[in-house]
């Protein structure tokens, strides 16, 4: 599939062939190399599908929204199919989907009254406020509502072929209760609708304000005329791909600032002298842990993750990145990065047996993370739970560290499901035959860590408790696309 | 805990023969190593730990400066520290201390000072564990207290009077060969054994006078190739004790006799005795599909399992382990071998592991008088973890374990494992590629400059973090483990609670 690569097959290989080969073949490329767990980890994984689904709505032809959804969607079933426990590639498709949906709504929504903002928010206000005015207040507090409310508003617009993509047999109780309440006349019900997702929206984005760039794409109107024009000549009625595009490259710009944003929180956390424990090559933690040491002095406790992690754990305390950030980020020229030893920074590998003992000593703990669930647990290297539940017992502060599109809707309603197994072979070489036979080796890559373990969360949006973390997702995410 | 390695633990009876067996051949390879470094012989330090690493000048200069601060610190710590101790003690102090200080040369002189850190955790002040704390961040974080000397790994240096038994363990310990408390408490015992077994009283002494004095260095070599167990700490204390008590006019031949006769008594009764009322009260707590959880390896631990399968019980075992030693390993061979489950995880993976388990059997290094259980680091994750699933944790411990010790954490007394162990060949071998993504500033740069071309060796990557002025390896051997997780032990007195620990200590020693 990849043509005349040198490379291993990865990230790197899997983004230079995505320049020449079509769509089709690239989602059957992506597919084989999750399988084969050539791509792993959160961060190649979402870097590697918002590059596909790019291409994938850059190919894609016409102007339809509900077959852009849906195309969308069924690549999405396919690459999450065929690696489940990469969450994060359900992530991205998901916020994709919640994009065109966001896209479409505005521009159907805000159409009429375009040229002034006031002129739209008011008036329809007034309308509802005349009509419904108690449910105006419920509905732009609570998220359910407001996405049950916007539905049939989709359906109207979108072509009639919407029914069989399921969306409406989703939600039946809030569908019918809301029918129960609507007038009879269709064209009021519309234009107050219209007014009442518009809030939400607004105020969705006013709950992250602190954010320089909102990951969401939420203001289109500004940033799609420059960009849109060479995108695509025709714009009839709204530019869809367009605007899908430049909001997909707010995702990608997203993916790639993450970790800086998280970074620029570290002084708010960090303290002069602090004994941190930390375990696996992250290099959230590490980027993290560098800005804070660029005017503060800490020392560092390392696990070192062993058996899955320890190689990169301890290229990264050598050489202050792993090969995924290499290849993940080429153009990052590699002299300004330093490693956090050559920052004065004491690092102390310890094996990850020795998490208890150090513990009553340890200050603070910075767990990477693999998936964060709606609940606000998270999905972590092998030893987390470890390290969090060590830290719990002797109070120690547990803080994680994830980007935003590590954030997942999926609660963890099965949580074997969530763990991978890899390869025995780490922890007893093959060439122990005998044991290998008679014994069952098993090596979990990851473990999962319960919310009420975590104290903090910080995120590219800034600090959460894990019981806010389901707000968050309300954000991101539309609850039509929880299923793909 | 992990009295796996050598199976000479076992029987009293059958062990004099297999070390008789293994020190000839030790011996010859011994001699071998010394005569290779018989020209550094004076100044061991450099040898034992450096051979592999080569620092440049400065950087061994500030080694020894360091090393120098830190034994200036210990010894502040050592002052006050008897003075406490023997009102806590006063048996052991007046056998330790009594014959050790009165008749050594001078060379004996500064040594007592020097064991303080390794051997005694308990005591030690507030004032001078500060001082500890600022030096801790030059060398190994805040066990910066427990680096007093590298491991010894060869018998360069060793004094004269040192018997080749003892030779041959030392090195035997050093490389864990045999490792875990209690079989390193027995296979010193029948050291002790042949030692006094080729005993002669020079003229002009008495037999419990001379045999003491030459107690000192056989102890003092063996505590440089690796610290006391608190097992050996107790055995050396009870032999002591009976070689005083030996009455002067007895005829040499006879109190020899007598003393061999003591010892075989004493592994006899402590450990293959209580081993086995052990291993009955274990069994019974064993009921059919149970899966027990079991941590390291630990030889007592082992014998359950397998007497409890032998008496037909249907279980299962979980076995989790942890670099660097993977005991555990050994000991899921061994259980798998006689045909029961096995299933082997990393400590990474203990929290799946846990999941499927029903008990946790512990062995254990120690039983602190606090009722906490000092064991092979990471025991105290194992039994945090069953504490969280509400598991029933069982330590299986010989009363000789005990101490009057207290502990409350795993960092004040511990024993320091030596860094480079960290890293397996086949790790280093791994992030040998590395080479050239050093960042710039690091000496190993510089250096390659100097020589191109040079075959890059596994060992390179230790010189790498050896470099590296702020990348540390760290590792110690034992954890403590709360008494609050702890809901059994098992001991020969019968199964106790934690609480019980210090009652049972001061029955076992005063009998």
């Avoid at chain 2, 555990?328 to 096995?342: C, D």
């Avoid at chain 2, 051997?477 to 001991?491: H, Q, S």
């Amino acid at each position: 599939m990849a043509p005349g690569v040198a490379l291993a097959p990865g990230l790197t290989s899997f983004l230079k062939s995505l320049k020449t080969n079509p769509a089709d073949s690239s989602v059957e490329h992506l597919i084989s190399l999750l399988k084969r767990r050539q791509i792993r980890n959160s961060r190649p994984c979402a870097i590697a599908t918002a590059a596909l689904i790019s291409k994938v709505v850059g190919e894609f032809k016409g102007n339809d929204a509900t077959r852009l959804l849906e195309r969308i969607r069924q690549v999405g079933r396919r690459l999450t199919a065929a690696q489940p426990r990469e969450v994060v590639v359900g992530n991205i498709v998901r916020r994709v989907l919640g994009l065109i949906r966001e896209v479409v709504e505005d521009n159907v929504g805000g159409e009429p009254a375009n040229n002034s903002e006031t002129g739209r928010s008011t008036p329809t206000q007034s309308q509802d406020l005349a009509s419904r005015p108690h449910l105006n207040s419920t509905i732009s507090s609570m998220s359910p509502l407001r996405h049950a409310a916007i539905e049939p508003i989709e359906t109207s617009n979108y072509s009639s072929d919407i029914s069989d993509s399921g969306e409406l047999t989703k939600r039946p109780p809030l569908l019918t209760s809301h029918t129960s309440y609507a007038p009879t006349s269709t064209a009021p019900l519309v234009n107050s609708l219209f007014g009442l997702f518009s809030q939400p929206v607004e105020s969705s984005t006013a709950s992250t304000p602190t954010v320089p760039n909102s990951p969401d794409g939420k203001t289109p109107h500004s940033l799609n005329l420059d960009r849109l024009v060479d995108l695509r000549g025709s714009q009839q009625y709204f530019d869809l791909k367009g605007e899908v595009m430049s909001g997909i490259m707010e995702l990608q710009e997203e993916l790639e600032q993450s970790d800086k944003q998280i970074a620029d929180f570290a002084h708010e956390h960090i303290h002069a002298n602090e004994i941190i424990l930390t375990h696996t090559a992250s290099t959230t933690v590490q980027t993290f842990l560098a800005k804070a040491a660029k005017n503060r002095k800490f020392t560092v406790v390392h696990a070192e993750t062993y058996p899955h992690d320890n190689a990169a754990t301890h290229e990264v305390l050598l050489t202050g990145r792993k090969q995924d950030a290499r290849a993940g980020a080429p153009h990052d020229d590699d002299d300004r990065w330093k490693c956090l030893t050559e920052l004065g920074i004491p690092v102390y590998v310890i094996p990850d047996s020795h998490v208890f003992a150090i513990m009553s000593r340890v200050n603070k703990v910075i767990l990477a993370t693999h998936t964060v669930l709606a609940n606000g647990g998270l999905v972590a290297a092998g030893g987390a739970h470890l390290i969090a539940q060590a830290a719990k017992s002797h109070q120690t502060p547990v803080v994680v560290l994830s980007g935003v599109y590590k954030l997942s809707p999926v609660y963890p309603f099965d949580l074997d499901e969530l763990i991978e197994y890899g390869d025995v072979g780490a922890v007893v070489p093959y060439d122990d035959g005998e044991f290998v036979d008679k014994v069952d080796v098993e090596h979990p890559l990851y473990d999962y860590v319960s919310a009420d373990l975590v104290d903090l969360y910080i995120t590219n949006l800034g600090g959460h408790a894990p019981s806010f973390l389901y707000r968050i997702v309300a954000d991101h995410y539309r609850p039509e696309d929880t299923v793909l | 805990m992990s009295e796996s390695a050598t199976k000479e633990a076992t029987s009293a009876s059958e062990v004099p023969i297999k070390t008789q067996d293994v020190q000839p051949t030790q011996a010859a390879s011994d001699s071998k190593e010394s005569k290779q470094s018989g020209s550094d012989a004076k100044n061991t330090k450099p040898t034992e730990g450096d051979a592999p690493k080569k620092l440049s000048p400065a950087e061994l200069k500030k080694q020894k400066a360091a090393e120098k601060q830190a034994r200036r610190a210990q010894q502040k710590a050592a002052g006050p520290a008897p003075s406490q101790q023997a009102s806590q003690s006063k048996e052991g102090q007046k056998q330790q201390k009594g014959p050790k200080q009165g008749p050594k040369e001078d060379k004996s002189r500064p040594l007592p000072v020097r064991r303080r850190p390794s051997q005694s955790n308990a005591p030690i002040s507030q004032a001078p564990r500060k001082e500890s704390k600022i030096e801790a961040r030059q060398v190994g974080l805040f066990f910066g207290h427990l680096y007093s000397q590298p491991r010894k790994h060869s018998m360069a240096g060793a004094s004269k009077d040192v018997h080749p038994a003892i030779l041959a363990l030392g090195l035997q310990y050093s490389s864990y060969t045999i490792c875990g408390s209690t079989a390193r408490m027995v296979a010193m015992l029948l050291a002790f054994k042949a030692l006094i077994a080729s005993y002669q009283t020079p003229v002009g002494t008495s037999l419990s006078r001379h045999l003491i004095q030459l107690l000192g260095p056989q102890i003092e070599y063996l505590r440089d190739c690796r610290p006391y167990s608190i097992t050996m700490g107790n055995a050396i204390r009870w032999l002591k004790d009976i070689i005083v008590k030996t009455d002067p006019s007895t005829p040499e031949a006879d109190a020899k006799r007598d003393l061999l006769e003591e010892i075989d008594m004493f592994i006899r009764e402590r450990v293959t005795a209580a081993d086995k009322l052990i291993r009955e009260l274990a069994v019974t707590k064993i009921l059919p599909g149970d899966v027990i959880l079991t941590y390291a390896s630990s030889s007592i631990v082992e014998q359950t399992l397998l007497q409890a399968h032998h008496a037909g019980i249907n279980f299962s075992v979980i076995v989790v382990d942890s670099k660097p030693l993977f005991e555990g390993r050994t000991l899921a061979r061994k259980l798998a071998n006689a045909g029961i489950k096995v299933r082997y995880f990393l400590i990474t993976g203990a929290s799946h592991a846990i999941k499927d388990a029903s008990k946790v059997f512990l062995g254990a290094h120690a039983m602190m008088s606090n009722g906490r259980l000092y064991s092979r680091v990471g025991t105290a994750l194992v039994s945090m973890l069953a504490n969280a699933q509400s598991l029933p944790v069982i330590v299986l411990c010989e009363s000789v374990k005990f101490t009057e010790k207290v502990a409350l954490d795993s960092i004040v007394g511990n024993e320091v494992a030596p860094a480079e162990e960290l890293l397996s060949e086949a790790e280093r071998q791994n992030l040998l590629p590395l080479k050239n993504l050093l960042p710039k500033s690091h000496p190993a740069n510089a250096e390659e400059n100097n020589t191109e071309g040079a075959a890059s060796a596994p060992s390179d990557v230790l010189k790498w973090i050896d470099g590296s002025k702020n990348l540390h390896h760290l590792q110690v051997l034992y954890d403590v483990t709360p008494a609050e997780y702890i809901d059994m032990i098992i001991t020969e007195y019968g199964s106790l609670p934690p609480s019980s620990v210090p009652v049972v200590h001061r029955l076992s020693t005063n009998t």
